[in-house]
C-alpha cells in the first residue's frame, strides 16, 4: 500500500519509517526541507520524498493523488506561542489536501484528552482530531500520554532531573497520575492501525500497564540508575517558576517547559484498553521500557532525539536559507593548519561536541553555555544525538549542522545560541590542510560590539581547536 509519512523527520517519524518499509509499504516522506532528511540507507531506495510544509496549501499540491493511508505526526507545540492557530491550519489543510487523492484510511498520533479541563496544548491536539474528522477518509486517533524511549522529551527530561539532582524541591503537579508507553510499543500501534478496519472511524487511549504519579516515575527511574534521590513536593511553586525549573534543570526549551508544565497538572490516564486486544499489543511497564532506553544509549543506537527537532531551538528556519555562508558585512575568523592523517582528523571532527567536548579550554564552552542559558538560549546541554554520526538538521550543543559530508571532509554548523547577530562555524578539509573558519553577520551596534568582545579569545581557542583536531 502507498502510505504519505507526514513528520517523517520527527521524533516518531524517524522510528516509524523502517517499520513500514519492512512490512512492504510504499512510503512517501513529507519533510519540510528535504536538506535535513536523512532517512537510513537501508530504505533509501524503497521511500520517494516530497518537499511540502503544511502551513503553505500552494506546496501540498505535490502530495501524489493515488495514495492509501496517511500518517499525520505533526506539531507545532514549542515553535510558537501561537501553536494553536498553527496547529489548527496545518490540520485544515492537510485535511483538504488528502480529500483530493484517493486516501481511505488516516492514523494521528494525539494525546490524552479524557479530562474536563484541558492544557493549551491538550486541548489544541484535541481541536486538530475535531479537524481531521471532517475529512472524506476514515480517521483513528490514538491517544499517547508520556512517551518512554531513547531520545524522547519526557526520558530526557526525567533523565535530566534525576540524574542531576540529588534533592528535588518539586511543584505539586508531580502528584499528578499519568501512564507511561514505552515507545517501541507506540510505533507498534501505529504500524499496526493502518488500514484495520476494526479502528476506523474511532479514538483510543494507549499506556502501558502501569498508572503512576510524576514523583513515582522519577523515583522508578533513580531506582533503575541506582541512584538515592528524595523528592520534596511543595504547593507554592507557580507554573512560571515551575517553567523556570525545568527550563534551567533540563534540556527542554523555555516554549516547551511552559507547554508540559501546564499539561502535567492534567491526568492522562487511559480510558480502557480495547484497543490492545484488538491489535494484540501487550504494552511493556515503565521499568522495562526505561532499561530498553538505556540499551539503545549504552549502544549509541539512539534512531531519533527531540533535540533534532528545530522546535527544540525556538528557531523557526529552513537549513536551505542559511547553507550558502555569506561574506558581504560579515567578521571572519579563517585559520588552516596541515594534518597528519586525514581520516584520525575527520575522525575527531565528527566527534565533536556533546561528551566529547570541543577539544580545548571546554571550561570556555561550558561557561559560554551557562551564559546563554542564562539569556534564554539553548546551552550547550542539548548534546548530540550519536556519538559518531553527523547528519543535516541535527544538534550539536548550540550549534545546528547544516552539511555534513564525511567523504569529502566538511561540516558546517550554525549558531542557535542566543548572538546578536549570526554565525556560523565551518570545517573543511583541501589537500592536506584542514581549514576551519568562524563567520559572523553583526545585528547593528550590538553586533559589532560583541564580535571585537570575544575576538581576543578567538586566538587561543580556535588555535587550540584547530592544534587539537590536525595533531598527529
Known sequence: MKILLTGSTGYIGKRLLPVLVEAGHEVVCCARDVKRFNPPDSVKDKISVIEVDLLDPASLYKIPKDIDGAYYLVHSMSASRDYQSLEETSAINFREALSNTSAKHVVYLSGIVNEDALSKHLSSRKN??????KGTYHLTTLRAGII????SASFEIIRDLVEKLPIMITPKWLNTCCQPIGIVNVIEFLSKAIFNEKVFDQNFDIGGPDVLTYKEMLLGFAQSRNLKRKIIVVPVMTPRLSSYWLYFVTT????LAVSLVHSMKVEVVCRDNSI????????MGYMESLNRAFA?????????SWKDSYASSGIDFDISEFIEVPTFGCFVDKRKLEFADKQET???????????GWYYSNWLWKLRGLLDKLWGGVGLRR??????????GDTLDFWRVLYADRDKGRLLLFAEMKLPGEAWLEFKIVDNQ??????????GVLGRLYWFSVLPFHGFIFNGMLRALARP
Not at 148 to 151: A, D, E, R, T
Not at 296 to 304: G, T
Not at 383 to 392: E, F, H, K, V
Open 434 to 443: 584542514l581549514y576551519q573558519t568562524a563567520t559572523f553577520r553583526p545585528l
Open 296 to 304: 539503545k544509549i549504552e549502544n549509541n543506537s539512539i534512531l531519533s
Open 148 to 151: 518512554i524511549g531513547s531520545g
Open 346 to 356: 575527520i575522525n575527531r571532527i565528527w566527534s565533536i561536541g556533546g561528551e566529547t
Open 383 to 392: 548534546g548530540r544525538t550519536s556519538l559518531t554520526s553527523i547528519n543535516a
Open 128 to 133: 486538530v482530531e475535531v479537524e481531521l474528522k
Open 276 to 283: 490492545n486486544s484488538i491489535l494484540d499489543i501487550k504494552p
Open 252 to 255: 527542554t526549551s523555555y516554549k
